[in-house]
């Protein structure tokens, strides 16, 4: 196998698209994903790397370079939780291991010519014994996800319930959207309330809208008020294996206005219709105790993932100094 520099173009002309689905990556690996990160050029820059075994193109090993880490270096890109080499595995363990060595040990000097780097997996790759031996460290992450069972009742704790119920009283009611302004909108009102800067650019929100939800990856659902405005959204992305919670928002509450249970309420009916779609749905993150509580409590479990890093010793030293003034 070897490494060559590839575009998306050339990426989709050899079928990427099919070798993401052999290799059971997910929607963050796809040729609409990667056109997205590459419209973000003023946040970094996406690196595509082809695998190809002779002149064929066999896997992708795409990186996102940004300047966080103080420098342009492989980092996690915008609202992406994972990120990852791409390649078929064979289904025989030995053989799968073999081949899982054989790409770490391609990859890895690759990687190394960047002074620092981190690369996020997806729970699915858990070996992660290549890249130790290869001198990476990897860091365990967790994330809440529900796999969905082909019967019974969705597995709520008694509060959610109860908040359903008063939502459902209180007239609130639950739409698909193509309201890139009420987004927009919506999640400038909660980064606002936080104090702390939006992660999602204007620009990323609407070219989620227009490369993924209008061509029929996902959906920007909202939650209105029985006056008709939206209180609560959630951008939802799916692939056919998985949903993915890319981002929730919520309007600001006037004073003295109670809170009936917007959130819940549209989690609920957004995980009604995936059950329908996929075999499960990753809330794509779990590491703020409070937003983890809320997502176990809709029959979430942590499920482990892991962020392999590097980074030689004196751009660790460098890079918090860097990062003052990038």
Not at 13 to 37: M, S, V, Y
Not at 99 to 118: C, W
Request: hydrophobic fraction near 40%; charged fraction near 25%.
């Amino acid at each position: 196998m070897e490494l060559h520099p590839i575009t998306i173009e050339q990426a989709q002309k050899a079928d990427l698209e099919n070798i993401c689905r052999q290799a059971g990556a997910n929607l963050f690996h796809r040729p609409a994903w990667l056109t997205l990160l590459s419209r973000l050029s003023d946040e970094g820059q996406l690196h595509l790397l082809g695998i190809f075994n002779k002149e064929e193109l066999s896997g992708l090993l795409p990186l996102w370079l940004d300047r966080k880490l103080g420098f342009l270096a492989p980092n996690r890109a915008p609202a992406t939780p994972y990120l990852s080499p791409v390649i078929p595995f064979p289904h025989h363990p030995a053989k799968s291991a073999s081949r899982m060595e054989q790409l770490v040990n391609l990859i890895a000097p690759k990687l190394k010519r960047y002074p620092l780097g981190r690369l996020f997996l997806p729970p699915e790759m858990i070996d992660i014994r290549p890249f130790l031996a290869q001198g990476f460290s990897a860091l365990p992450r967790h994330t809440n996800r529900i796999i969905f069972e082909k019967e019974g009742e969705p597995d709520f704790l008694p509060q959610v319930r109860n908040k359903l119920r008063r939502a459902e009283k209180a007239g609130l009611v639950v739409e698909e959207s193509g309201d890139v302004e009420a987004l927009i909108k919506l999640n400038q009102d909660t980064y606002r309330r936080q104090g702390i800067p939006s992660i999602f650019s204007e620009n990323f929100l609407r070219s989620v809208m227009e490369l993924l939800v209008a061509a029929g990856h996902g959906k920007l659902w909202l939650c209105r008020n029985p006056d008709g405005e939206p209180v609560a959204c959630r951008l939802v992305l799916r692939d056919e294996n998985w949903g993915y919670d890319l981002l929730a928002a919520s309007a600001d509450r006037r004073e003295g206005e109670e809170d009936f249970g917007a959130g819940p309420f549209l989690v609920a009916h957004i995980l009604s219709e995936m059950r329908t779609l996929v075999a499960g749905y990753d809330f794509c993150g779990a590491n703020i105790p409070t937003i983890s509580a809320f997502k176990a409590s809709f029959g979430g479990k942590l499920s482990p993932f892991f962020c392999i890093s590097w980074g030689k010793t004196w751009a660790r030293a460098l890079s918090p100094i860097l990062r003052r003034f990038s």
